[in-house]
């Protein structure tokens, strides 16, 4: 793919001030659909099941099928518009959006309008530098998801190319909440960062609520981008693009980056940017045009008729705000303060997004250093060699056990990196991987003795060294003797054991 003309990000800011809104798309974990009695392919417990099994005839849209609103997934919906500071509304009704979904049979999409449950919110973000934004929420409304295509017979398994595409109705009618902001003004060289940081943020959010896996990766949390540019001292907002499912807090940050220098440069050059949707491609990092974007009229909305409004009330709407759990920004504050983090030890991990792991391994007895040692550091390595997401590779429980091993002296960094493959691999927990693979730490000093006379014996002129002093030659026979204990004895015991045999009369 031809890769558009940009142009230099800081140059961009002098000519133009980014304008971005965010639209974010959660997945409940309910346990069936949002109208249906079919099985939830977001909720874990169904996700590997086969294409085209988590049906019913309102899943296909059958003739004579009618919806039936899921109760959780409105008690779960009204969930997250408090957590979002919106107002919930008294009463709220879905809608049909009409457009051509090859993936959803029925042709239309059961979505809310007007009368979204959830408006006038507001989320605050902590950016890395410091700086605090009031995100505005303009509406959290209720939806269905559509179906999944893949596309066969092509070289990118994008439909440019493909020879036929396949459906799995699975995923159709998934409920699902959408969170829209308000346009967003003043970010300027922070907009990426801001995009990234806010749906980190939501994604916090979902997971305290227990409403959503929000595996970016599975598709539970997508993100929609949209950015447009003006003129430096312009009102009127410039044309928008749309950046669609973007499934990745990098790809987030970088695709709204891609978008301000590629509209930069249009402009500058004196053309026109379209209002249009567009694909995000993670392997070149630019974006593609997809289909230019409708407005709201274009998909003749209007009241479903097979539903009635939904009317909660009161005491329902109180319940929940009761159950709410502290809010994200609080939360960091406290976090940060409880395990005595600099801030840029904490940024570190907020960046990473795994807090709520971090979290969740020190509820399980690590302590607050050695989680952060573990996530950020081998796991994320980990991760990165497998391009995947480090939450999925290891749960907060085995981090927690394999530092507790660590502590107890039973294992060392090194052998604590060969267990941690091995729970990566699927092969059991940390204390199951150590007792099959024989990987506890050497703690008879019978043992380390015995290796240590053989070494020093067969390197005399060490052995004289250290005895005149030369207490760093000592490191040559501790290689010697870790080498020989294939690597499971502690190399502090050994070196104090190497100078204490070393210099004995």
């Known amino acids: 793919m031809a890769r558009a ?4 990000f800081d140059k961009a800011l002098e000519l133009f001030e980014p304008v971005i809104g965010l639209e974010v798309h959660v997945e409940l974990n309910t346990t069936t659909k949002m109208f249906s009695s079919a099985p939830n392919p977001a909720n874990s417990a169904f996700h590997d099941a086969a294409p085209n099994t988590l049906i019913t005839p309102v899943c296909l849209g059958l003739p004579g099928s009618l919806p039936v609103v899921n ?27 009409n457009y051509f979904y090859p993936d959803l049979a029925k042709n239309y999409q059961i979505s809310q309008y007007d009368e979204p449950i959830a408006f006038d919110g507001e989320v605050e973000v902590e950016l890395e530098n410091g700086r605090v934004f009031q995100v505005p929420i303009e509406r959290a409304h209720m939806e269905e998801d559509a179906g999944k295509l893949t596309h066969v017979g092509g070289s990118t398994g994008r439909i440019q190319g493909a020879e036929y595409s396949l459906v799995d109705y699975n995923r159709a009618g998934v409920p699902l909440v959408e969170i829209v902001t308000r346009p967003i003004f003043g970010a300027e060289a922070d907009a990426p960062a801001l995009a990234r940081a806010y749906v980190s943020i939501i994604r916090d959010i979902a997971l305290s609520l227990g409403i959503s896996e929000a595996r970016m990766e599975r598709g539970n ?38 978008e301000i220098q ?21 392997d070149t990092g630019t974006t593609s045009a997809g289909r230019p974007k409708s407005d709201a009229d274009d998909y003749r909305y209007f009241p479903e008729p097979d539903l009635l409004p939904v009317v909660p009330s009161a005491e329902l709407i ?74 999925t590779l290891v749960s907060p429980t085995h981090v927690a056990e394999l530092a507790a091993l660590v502590e107890a002296g039973t294992l060392t960094d090194r052998l604590a990196r060969q267990v941690l493959e091995g729970v990566v691999a699927g092969e059991g927990s940390p204390q199951q991987i ?31 060294k250290i005895r005149y002093g030369k207490v760093q030659a000592a490191g040559a026979v501790i290689g010697a003797v870790m080498k020989a204990m294939q690597g499971k004895a502690d190399a502090a015991r050994v070196r104090e054991l190497v100078l204490e045999r070393a210099t004995a009369e």
């Open 5 to 8: 003309a940009l142009m230099d």
């Open 71 to 97: 109760e959780q997934a409105i008690r779960s919906s009204i969930s997250l518009g408090l957590a979002l500071g919106c107002e919930i509304a008294a009463s709220s009704r879905f809608a049909r959006k």
């Open 221 to 258: 949390l997508r993100c929609d981008a949209n950015v447009s540019l003006r003129p430096r001292g312009q009102e009127k907002l410039g044309t928008r693009t749309e950046t669609k499912n973007v499934n990745s807090f990098r790809s987030i940050e970088r695709a709204v980056r891609y």
């Open 262 to 282: 590629r509209q930069a440069a249009i402009l500058a050059d004196g053309g026109s940017i379209t209002q249009e949707t567009r694909h995000w491609h993670e």
């Open 318 to 391: 109180e319940e929940l705000r009761a159950a709410l759990p502290e809010a994200p920004a609080a939360r960091r504050r406290r976090l940060k303060a409880e395990w005595g983090f600099t801030d840029d030890e904490f940024q570190i991990v907020a960046n990473s997004g795994m807090l709520n792991e971090l979290a969740e391994t020190v509820a399980a007895g690590a302590t607050p250093a050695a989680a952060r040692k573990w996530w950020t550091g081998e796991i994320a390595r980990l991760a990165n060699a497998a391009d995947r997401d480090a939450t």
């Open 434 to 464: 150590v007792d099959a693979r024989g990987l506890a730490v050497v703690s008879d000093d019978g043992a380390l003795i015995a290796a240590i006379d053989q070494a020093l014996a067969s390197q005399p002129d060490v052995l004289e």
